[in-house]
């Protein structure tokens, strides 16, 4: 039986919402269980695509290796040059010749995606930003992301930047395992900066039960982009779905691709994710108490609130906040 083109997207789409994006050209996606790596589904997994924000992760790894080898630490300055500051959008509008700290520029770059804030460490891990990607391709290699090549910090446009949902499945496998003491900054559902807050972009985090991250990102060549883990029953499985049309069907794929993924591995399904309409009203070292938040640090001496939408229970005790609405002066 020969199938048109038209009848094929239509057959697809009506059969299994996870599929319903297979025919396009850059769309790519892998569910893997996070332990060992094993492959529960995919779709054109080893194929080129454009990262997007999804470099972003790799310039978190980064840092990660760089503050748990005490070669940086969170409330050190990081200068912001022009280069930095002249980022496209996404950024924290940082000004050049200024300071933030590392805690505030990985926090601008978990939430907003902020470019300016990734070059800005790209710089103070690196030198400069092209070196820093060089870095990031070796660890890239190391890490076994043999198809994967950055050209920047941040993953605005560069056509020689590339990577597949393999190799980003097998970051964030990384980022879970190397750095149990940092992967909760991909689950920070937003902070205060300069009075007003700033938000977590992968709205994953609020709308499917057991999401704790990672990172979500959008480039016209590439598509919308999402990398997701989730745990139920004790169970973490990665997603990763790349080059759909809308952020929308970004999320609506990501999650019946895991669900298919929990239950292939038995594991029952939970109970929708209710998300409440509540005031976000994060401050450093508090902020206001309701049902469905509630989080400190209790191991930090400015720790901060954080409010969790939807899900009522107390969010993990790991969020830091210690200069998250001030600037540094310069020195």
Do not use: C
């Amino acid at each position: 039986m020969m199938w048109t083109a038209l009848g094929l997207a239509i057959f697809l789409t009506s059969t299994s919402p996870a599929r319903a994006q297979v025919g396009l050209d850059r769309y790519s996606s892998i569910v893997v269980d996070a332990t060992d790596g094993a492959v529960l589904s995919g779709v054109n997994p080893d194929a080129l695509r454009y990262p997007a924000s999804l470099t972003k992760m790799m310039t978190a790894y980064m840092l990660f290796a760089a503050l748990r080898d005490g070669r940086l630490s969170f409330d050190q300055p990081v200068p912001v040059s022009a280069h930095a500051a002249s980022q496209q959008p996404s950024k924290l509008g940082l000004l050049p010749g200024r300071f933030i700290t590392v805690e505030q520029a990985l926090l601008g770059l978990v939430t907003k995606s902020a470019n300016d804030a990734a070059a800005a460490l790209g710089e103070l891990m690196g030198g400069d930003e092209g070196r820093f990607a060089q870095m990031m391709t070796l660890q890239a290699r190391l890490l076994g992301m043999v198809q994967t090549t950055f050209r920047n910090a941040s993953g605005l446009p560069d056509q020689d930047q590339v990577t597949t949902a393999r190799d980003l499945a097998v970051l964030a496998r990384h980022l879970v395992h190397d750095f149990p003491m940092y992967y909760h900054y991909f689950s920070t559902p937003g902070f205060l900066w300069h009075g007003r807050i700033i938000p977590n972009r992968d709205t994953m985090l609020q709308t499917y039960p057991g999401a704790d991250g990672i990172k979500a990102g959008y480039i016209g060549a590439s598509g919308h982009n999402l990398v997701t883990s989730a745990v139920r029953a004790g169970v973490r499985l990665v997603g990763v779905v790349l080059g759909t049309a809308s952020s929308a069907e970004r999320d609506r794929q990501m999650t019946a691709l895991l669900d298919q993924g929990f239950e292939r591995m038995d594991v029952l399904p939970l109970a929708p994710v209710v998300v409440a309409h509540l005031p976000w009203m994060l401050r450093t070292a508090q902020a206001a108490a309701t049902p469905s938040v509630v989080e400190a640090a209790p191991h930090a001496a400015s720790a901060a609130m954080a409010l969790r939408h939807g899900l009522g229970r107390r969010y993990p005790p790991m969020l830091r906040v210690r200069h998250a609405a001030t600037f540094l002066p310069p020195p």
